[in-house]
């Protein structure tokens, strides 16, 4: 593994973040909404992650002590955002503008607070991701440096 594929392992992990930080915000903005039905009603969603491996990518950037044993991962790839498909939350309230003929509307599955701890951890490790790029770019520096 070279030092410039940081740069690209590191990129595709912000960008991974980035995409569980929108799914987040999405969940959270939507806590609240109501529906008549079960159709209707939002629904959690949360990003699927995959790793991308070395070898996949056809690139020969494999270590020669290794040989094809090495299968150093080469980045993260989103492979979907999904739905959660746990159980609504039915509340009766007939006096509600959205109740069905029943009187009850349904609220989404979303966990304010989980959401919250996930949002942490995502911003976390976007975070984690930016500075290992710094780091890398610093040790490039370092080694511009050395003939001087």
Avoid: C
């Avoid at 290794?66 to 006096?95: C, H, K, M, W």
Wanted: glycine share 8%; proline share 3%; net charge negative.
């Amino acid at each position: 593994m070279s030092l410039s594929s940081i740069f690209n392992i590191a990129g595709t992990g912000m960008s991974a973040q980035n995409t569980r930080l929108n799914t987040i915000s999405s969940n959270i903005a939507n806590a609240e909404t109501v529906s008549s039905s079960l159709d209707q009603t939002y629904r959690a969603r949360h990003p699927v992650f995959a790793t991308v491996m070395q070898d996949s990518l056809g690139n020969g950037d494999r270590g020669s002590l290794f040989g094809d044993q090495d299968q150093s991962g080469a980045g993260v790839q989103v492979l979907g955002v999904i739905e959660d498909q746990s159980t609504l939350t039915p509340r009766y309230e007939p006096n509600h503008p959205a109740a069905n003929a029943d009187g009850y509307v349904y609220y989404p599955n979303v966990n304010v607070v989980e959401e919250m701890a996930d949002m942490i951890s995502a911003s976390r490790s976007f975070q984690t991701n930016a500075e290992m790029m710094n780091t890398a770019k610093q040790m490039m520096q370092k080694v511009l440096t050395l003939g001087q």
